[in-house]
Nanobody
């Protein structure tokens, strides 16, 4: 059984930073593309960033340069370091694990990030 558990969300002021963590159980971590998606109120879920098992990263254009995704293959954790946060970054952030050429996807329950003064 695959479980993805996010942590690290919360309230932060504009310009601040947060680090999200996603702990993955099961055998998925080593073979999955691990990623972060987000969904703002009234909007569709969108890719933030993902990282392959060999460390290749991909970012959404609006996040590149501010966000950094990384993975720890010993701890089975994927991180999202978010800097220079803006109010428009407010969303529920979801951890994703994708296998079988991204055709099978597993999701965490999400963690809320609120950027507000």
């Amino acid at each position: 059984q695959v479980q993805l558990v996010e942590s690290g969300g919360g309230l932060v002021q504009p310009g601040g930073s947060l680090r999200l963590s996603c702990a993955a159980s099961g055998s998925i971590f080593r073979r999955a593309v691990m990623g972060w998606y987000r969904q703002a109120l009234g909007k569709q879920r969108e890719l933030v960033a993902d990282i392959t098992s060999d460390g290749t990263t991909r970012y959404a254009d609006s996040m590149e340069g501010r966000f950094t995704i990384s993975r720890d293959s010993v701890k089975n954790v994927v991180y999202l370091q978010m800097n220079s946060l803006k109010p428009e970054d407010t969303a529920v952030y979801y951890c994703n694990g994708a296998v079988a050429n991204r055709q099978v996807n597993y999701w965490g329950k999400g963690t809320l990030v609120t950027v507000s003064s």
